[in-house]
């Protein structure tokens, strides 16, 4: 296990620090965060956490490290915390927006059983986002942070705290999930698919 080495920063120090270190990922870090939350405001909630997260123990930061990859993990293992004590909570649903909904004059009788397909359809426009998407949030975390963020094998490592070997193997069976589910739009799209 990695030892932590805690620094004395001024409050000078780590103001110069949050700026000059962590505020320039705040881009990358709100589309990690949007990718792993499906939603804008559970993203921005997220994303807030982090850095909230990432002031508070500042002490911990090495400056010359990757800042980067520290915020993604403290973002990462936020995510990870929120998602359980989410699974466990019962579901909630606000019935008077449900009964506005039912009552008013726009409303389709033809309504979908599985309101989440109405819901996703909306929120995602096109055929990679979709498939990316529906992979299961281990695999889209890889491809996220591989793909689409240029994280080193190493350092996805330490992020996910994962050995480096199920970081390849989950990456090679995410590439090939997302090659699935993306072989019938390739086709349409006129690529040629083996």
Known sequence: MEEVIRQQYSEQEKQNIFNQEFMPHINSMYNFAYRLTLDADDAKD??????LKAYRFIDSFQQGTNAKAWLFRILKNS????????????SKVDYQEVETFYNSEDVDRQITPDLRVEALQDMIGDEISNALNSLDVDFRTVIILCDLEGFKYEEMAKILDIPIGTVRSRLHRARNLLKEKLSEYAKSMGYKTT
């Open 79 to 90: 995510f990870i915390n929120d998602y359980r004590k989410r699974s466990k909570e019962p």
């Open 46 to 51: 997220l994303l807030q956490d982090t850095y």
